[in-house]
């Protein structure tokens, strides 16, 4: 650490901004007493792999916590399975209001992590926290909650039916219905088929994707904020480029989309609306995030996102990214 001495008019707010070789930002906020000495400060960085880190760490908890529910869903159904002489045994999801609080809680936790991340690498002091009202954003989250259990349901009881019609028909002995049900599960839980390991896929899938479009939506929160957007000129895409990477996160990647602070600074117009409709995730697992360009902070004229860019990156986005 470098030691630093500041000297600030009394009762002033100064704001420093150092950057990194690659541009990430580094934001200092301090007060000055009376005397003019320094007494409190926050301290942000843009810190792409900090913050992966973090959606790993919250990805972890939501699948430990979804498979535990998962894990009853599975059992209350084989019960049902037993005894069910019709397909409308099958009409209600068993635990769904569990189901539906792990999802939320996968949500809320992500959404309030990347929040707070961005809070703190725009630097703002603590107390732009705790002035979100966050109205909307709490019905985001309950309708996502809801889709998603949706979803999980519609799958997990077509399973069900399927097995059971299937059943019926053919005399299936209740060991073998047991087995299919255990099977249905596999990609939702791991196990073995026909002899080889099978992943989680389906549930990791459902977690990465929505744990990422809940974070970036807690960093989006938090960035236009009118007490934050202030200290926000533009808003970056980033992407992980590897052999992995989509085409639409090699379009956005390095892309600035441009707040109506950084379209004063920089000329153009407000892209905000272009940035909600693309905000990540753009496809199934993705892995991109957002981060702020803060007030001061260089943006290229060539980094800045086209609206030819905009049209062809809606274009690329996967089926059903665009209607979120």
């Known amino acids: 650490m470098i030691p630093l001495a500041i000297a600030l008019p009394s009762g002033r707010v100064a704001r420093l901004v150092a950057f990194a070789q690659d541009g990430a930002a580094c934001c200092l906020l301090a007060t000055?007493?009376?005397?003019?000495?320094?007494?409190?400060?926050?301290?942000?960085?843009?810190?792409?792999?900090?913050?992966?880190?973090?959606?790993?760490?919250l990805e972890s908890i939501s699948k430990v916590e979804l498979a535990a529910e998962l894990r009853r869903v599975r059992s209350d159904l084989a019960a049902k399975l037993k005894i069910a002489k019709s397909p409308r045994a099958f009409n209600t999801l068993p635990r769904r209001a569990e189901v539906e609080a792990a999802v939320q809680g996968m949500l809320s936790r992500a959404e309030a992590a990347g929040k707070a991340a961005m809070i703190a690498e725009v630097g703002a002091p603590g107390e732009y926290a705790a002035s979100f009202t966050p109205v909307a954003a709490a019905r985001w989250l309950a309708q996502a909650a809801f889709w998603i259990t949706d979803v999980l349901a519609d799958d997990l009881l077509g399973e069900a039916q399927r097995i059971l019609v299937k059943g019926l028909k053919n005399g299936t002995a209740t060991g073998e219905l047991m087995r299919e049900l255990w099977e249905a599960f596999v990609p939702y839980l791991g196990g073995e088929v026909g002899g080889k390991v099978v992943s989680a896929h389906r549930l990791e899938t459902i977690v990465r994707t929505n744990t990422t479009t809940a974070y970036n939506h807690g960093r989006l929160t938090a960035a236009l904020d009118p007490k934050l957007a202030r200290f926000v000129d533009g808003v970056r895409y980033s992407a992980i480029l590897d052999e992995r990477t989509t085409e639409v996160c090699k379009l956005l990647h390095g892309k600035v989309f441009l707040t109506p602070a950084g379209a004063k600074q920089h000329g153009g117009g407000d892209q905000t609306a272009a940035l909600e409709a693309l905000l990540p995730p753009r496809h199934f697992n993705c892995r991109s995030i957002i981060h702020a360009k803060v007030v001061g902070s260089p943006i290229q004229p060539e980094d800045i996102i086209t609206d030819f860019e905009i049209e062809r990156a809606k274009e690329l986005s996967g089926a059903g990214f665009m209607q979120r």
């Open 32 to 57: 000055a007493d009376a005397e003019g000495r320094v007494t409190r400060f926050a301290l942000g960085a843009a810190d792409t792999a900090s913050l992966r880190a973090e959606l790993d760490a």
